[in-house]
């Protein structure tokens, strides 16, 4: 145990006597003067219901949150009365608004809670049957499959380890962390299970992306962290999902995509907006993202794995045979060149597109030949 | 950054010339023999779907997992094949009977088919016409406080032990996804409880603050378990019927009763964890038990506190009903604690003495 509290209540005087004090009727009532703000909270848009955005007033609110909340270090919830001075100190480490804050991020953590669905129920299993595949598909999807059970739980971890980190007043992100959470281990669960009833089950763990993974875990601040995996590394899983539901073999497994798609988005955009929020307030942080995308970028650069590009070039062309996989093969080189035009486009979106020049993507594309077709498309 | 990748792929020719391979249509396809155990699993109930112990199969399954995990640090899934050169993620929590529960699997499925969304499924409007008196009023806001202070640390609770649980253990960690979730929603739902109409926050308390910390700082995961799980949610799961019952309007009905399923999903787990980890290791509870003195010890402090039980006492009605509440609840959590196997813990609790003194009793 590291934490013990400051009475022994076994044989405490004080409690006896307040206890004794309240049976009589003595109430201390102190808790009825906190001297809180009331103010007039009411639902907006009786559609959406009472949602976060309706409570953004006085010093319930998100927008007057300054840079640096000074004082509250406890679970008090932003807007309680709170004694500074006689808190208990859950020592929270992120403690700048501009270490954790999104533009959007309520209204982010709003439609996560509308939008949960259940994998076990939501997609129809039973149909999988209705569908022939052949061999050669269902253990290129299997691969696939096995690859996004392995990188979602990612986004269950990296959550979880900051989000303990942060001070209580940022509560709209850090609830938006939690549905992050949920989000991330429905989608390793619905990957897991398509993998287990399509015949062949879960196939080989892949070095290179686990690599990946351990660099974006061991991110040395939540930001880095953050644009690392909300940016790069899943707005390339996004790219995917919408990939993966073009070629996926059976309509019960384009349900799926479809699902876990509309998550993926609103983790990206929050990764997005969490960028832009540190390019708007704290730009000096810059050359401190640059380096860490240097890195991002250059782990991502070797997860190009044979296993992972040729199931999804297999199930692209339907096939092992020369011309399938020659149809494939430009299928998914168009995949590929899209993820990095879509990861630009956002650091434009986010203010910072004078990443674009410095990454390690851009020489690369054009040792490829692509280079003019990313141009092209920014 | 931290970790630093070995090489600078971007000028690595040999990824390139792999690329370049790839894109001629020269395909490797090796990877399509190495194929692991098959599985065509279907949902035993067509009505519930396909659920985790559907696919809890062979060597799928977590039946067959040793008690301490030596072949798996990555993130690799359970039953994968495992290739040479797969990374350490540096996870701490490698013992099986340190977070298993058989009843896992199935709680993580009731969270996900239980959900529900503060902003849309509470009647709100029915707050507006709801005849409390102000006093009662207050002391629901100051409850609610309280409740958010709650759910904002076992939300952090279920984090810092969730990143650190070994990937072989993935329902686990999708439960504690799951508490995380349900713990930010008490957050959310009782914040929004407290605002809607003329509201206002209540004051924090110093003596939760102190609990929750305790329950934080629990130094191994058991032992946070036990302290969240089986006892704080106990109260929690309690104080959702208690405000059901006493509700005065269908939004408070409505809370009280979503409070209660849920906390209940914790309760379980945490019974359910504690019975298997003293199975597996019974030398533990004395570990377990000291840490509950400690934590009942805060536990205490926070119930009897005046943000805590003085509110009771205006929405329970009077003294004489929140000390009965206060004893009830009591003795759930110790018929619990004897469940899973604690023993009975009534004698040596200062929560017996807090009991003893709320009747007059001082000894």
């Known amino acids: 145990m590291s934490y ?18 309240i049976k009589k009727g003595n109430l201390d009532l102190g808790w009825m003067k906190s001297g809180t703000e009331s103010l007039k909270f009411a639902t907006e848009n009786k559609k959406r219901g009472l949602t976060y955005m309706d409570l953004n007033h006085g010093s319930y609110g998100y927008d007057d949150l300054p840079e640096l909340p000074r004082g509250p270090r406890g679970a008090a919830p932003r807007g309680a009365a709170f004694d500074a001075n006689n808190q208990a100190d859950l020592e929270p480490e992120l403690n700048r608004k501009t270490d954790v804050w999104a533009y959007k991020v309520a209204s982010f953590t709003e439609e996560a809670m509308s939008r949960q669905w259940d994998a076990t129920t939501d997609v129809p299993w039973n149909d999988l049957e209705k569908y022939p595949r052949t061999d050669e598909i269902e253990i290129a999807f299997a691969q696939l499959c096995t690859f996004f059970t392995e990188v979602e739980l990612i986004a269950t971890d990296l959550p979880a380890k900051w989000l303990w980190r942060m001070n209580n007043q940022f509560s709209e992100v850090k609830h938006f962390i939690a ?22 089950g879960l196939m080989e763990a892949l070095p290179q992306t686990e690599h ?17 995996m909300h940016l790069l590394a899943e707005g390339n899983v996004l790219t995917m999902f919408r990939f993966s539901e073009f070629i996926s073999p059976t309509p019960v497994d384009k349900r799926i995509f479809q699902l876990v798609m509309q998550d ?8 997005m907006q969490h960028l832009k929020w540190i390019m708007d307030h704290a730009p000096e942080q810059k050359e401190q993202l640059h380096r860490a995308l240097d890195e991002g970028e250059n782990v991502t650069i070797n997860q190009f794995d044979a296993a992972l590009t040729e199931c999804m070039i297999v199930l692209a062309g339907k096939g092992t045979k020369p011309a399938q996989i020659a149809e494939g093969v430009k299928i998914v080189g168009n995949m590929q060149a899209k993820q990095i035009t879509e990861y630009f486009h956002r650091l434009e979106r986010a203010g910072f597109a004078e990443r674009i020049a410095r990454s390690k993507f851009t020489p690369m594309m054009a040792d490829l030949g692509i280079g003019q077709g990313v141009k092209a498309a920014l | 950054m931290s970790y630093i990748a070995p090489k600078d792929y971007a000028a690595d020719p040999e990824i390139v010339a792999k690329i370049l391979r790839t894109v001629s249509g020269q395909l490797e396809l090796d990877w399509m023999k190495r194929v692991g155990e098959p599985a065509a699993f279907r949902p035993s109930q067509p009505s519930r779907g396909l659920t985790l112990d559907d696919i809890n199969q062979g060597g799928y399954g977590p039946d067959k997992l040793p008690e301490v995990i030596r072949h ?11 290739p040479p050169g797969l990374p350490s993620l540096g996870y701490r929590v490698n013992r099986k009977s340190d977070v298993w529960a058989d009843v896992a699997p199935q709680l993580f499925e009731e969270a996900k088919s239980r959900r529900w969304a503060p902003a849309r499924d509470v009647p709100w409007a029915a707050l507006d016409g709801s005849s409390h008196d102000a006093n009662r009023e207050l002391a629901l806001r100051q409850l609610a406080t309280s409740l958010i202070s709650i759910g904002l640390v076992s939300c952090d609770v279920a984090a810092s032990w969730e990143w650190r649980m070994n990937q072989e253990f993935h329902e686990i960690k999708y439960l504690l996804c ?18 809607f109409g003329e509201g206002s926050l209540g004051v924090d308390s110093r003596a939760l603050g102190e609990l929750l910390k305790s329950i934080f700082l629990s130094d191994t995961y058991p032992e946070a378990s036990a302290a969240m799980n089986l006892m704080l949610f106990s109260w929690v799961q309690a104080l959702g019927r208690h405000w059901a019952a006493t509700a005065s309007n269908a939004a408070d009905v409505y809370l009280g009763t979503q409070l209660a399923q849920d906390a209940t999903r914790f309760v379980t787990y945490g019974v359910d964890h504690v019975r298997s980890h003293l199975h597996s290791r019974p030398l533990q509870a004395e570990a377990l038990s000291d840490h509950l003195d400690m934590c009942e010890n805060a536990l205490v402090g926070a119930l009897g506190a005046p943000e805590m039980i003085e509110p009771l006492v205006f929405v329970s009605g009077g003294f004489e009903p929140a000390a009965a509440f206060y004893a009830r609840t009591a003795d759930e959590y110790f018929r619990r604690c004897d469940a899973a196997g604690l023993g009975d813990r009534r004698d040596a609790s200062v929560l017996s003495s807090f009991l003893r003194m709320l009747q007059g009793d001082s000894r």
Not at chain 1, 183 to 188: G, I, L, P, V
Not at chain 1, 213 to 224: F, N, P, V
Not at chain 2, 72 to 82: D, I, K, Q, T, V
Request: aromatic share 10%.
């Open chain 1, 212 to 228: 990946s993974l351990k660099a974006i875990l061991d991110g040395d601040t939540y930001s880095e962290a953050s644009a690392f």
């Open chain 1, 264 to 271: 993926e988005a609103r983790h990206v955009s929050y990764g």
């Open chain 1, 4 to 21: 013990y509290g400051s009475a022994d209540y076994r044989y405490n005087d004080d409690l006896a006597l307040r206890m004794r004090d």
């Open chain 2, 178 to 195: 799951a508490q995380m979730f349900d713990a930010a929603r008490i957050a959310e739902a009782f914040r929004k409880r407290a605002l």
């Open chain 2, 72 to 82: 798996n640090f990555s993130m690799a899934p359970r039953g994968a094949l495992l």
């Open chain 1, 179 to 200: 549905t992050q959470a949920m989000d991330e281990a429905r989608h390793a669960e619905v990957f897991r299970k398509r993998a287990l009833a399509g015949g062949v």
